[in-house]
T-cell receptor, first 113, second 114 residues
Framework: KQEVTQIPAALSVPEGENLVLNCSFT??????LQWFRQDPGKGLTSLLL?????REQTSGRLNASLDKSSGRSTLYIAASQPGDSATYLC????????????FGQGTTLQVKP | GAVVSQHPSWVICKSGTSVKIECRSL??????MFWYRQFPKQSLMLMAT?????????EQGVEKDKFLINHASLTLSTLTVTSAHPEDSSFYIC??????????FGPGTRLTVL
């Protein structure tokens, strides 16, 4: 059974810092991995999707890496801003083609001005 | 990206009533829709998978007679919480996909049962 873990559960940093969020998964047989952002009381915003054959994806100040063999992904946020404050969720799509996303518990980020 | 809407965005109802939540894919045809619920400070929990024109597949522990799902068209799925009780209060989120590669999420519906 696939399990997804995110560390840390919460993170508080001053504005301008570069930071790394971690995601690990127990079954390396994945189709893809996705990082989402969720603001309080809101739905999910997709940030980056990495296919199993890819090593990383970049969008603006965000960079996500994937090491499938070790079951790890990281989300790197450069030059953090107060507007980056949110909960970040990673989710994996298994290669069994059921379409089910398995989510981690999320990392709640606070960027202080 | 593809757009998924949910209606209503929030609803308050009395215990014992039924509530229907709609999930629509606005600019693509969704062969599959997923329904999740999220309790405060917790992650999303998949409730069921809904394929157009067929019965939904429920996850273990989710009562199919309690949470009725209908996926009558390629752009609309509905979740009906029957005889709602306070413990059903939660944030319900749907997602839609035209394949199994990427899911697009709706903005969620906040249900409060008094």
């Amino acid at each position: 059974k696939q399990e997804v873990t995110q560390i840390p559960a919460a993170l508080s940093v001053p504005e301008g810092e570069n930071l790394v969020l971690n995601c690990s998964f127990t079954d390396s047989a994945i189709y893809n991995l996705q990082w989402f952002r969720q603001d309080p009381g809101k739905g999910l915003t997709s940030l980056l999707l990495i296919q199993s054959s890819q090593r990383e994806q970049t969008s603006g100040r965000l960079n996500a890496s994937l090491d499938k063999s070790s079951g790890r992904s990281t989300l790197y946020i450069a030059a953090s801003q107060p507007g980056d404050s949110a909960t970040y969720l990673c989710a994996v799509l298994g290669s069994s083609n059921t379409g089910k996303l398995i989510f981690g518990q999320g990392t709640t980020l606070q960027v202080k001005p | 990206g593809a757009v998924v809407s949910q209606h209503p965005s929030w609803v308050i109802c009395k215990s014992g009533t039924s509530v229907k939540i709609e999930c629509r894919s606005l600019d693509f045809q969704a062969t599959t829709m997923f329904w999740y619920r999220q309790f405060p400070k917790q992650s999303l929990m998949l409730m069921a998978t809904s394929n157009e024109g067929s019965k939904a597949t429920y996850e273990q522990g989710v009562e199919k007679d309690k949470f009725l799902i209908n996926h009558a068209s390629l752009t609309l799925s509905t979740l009906t919480v029957t005889s709602a009780h306070p413990e059903d209060s939660s944030f319900y989120i749907c997602s839609a996909t035209s394949g199994y590669n990427e899911q697009f999420f709706g903005p969620g519906t906040r249900l409060t049962v008094l």
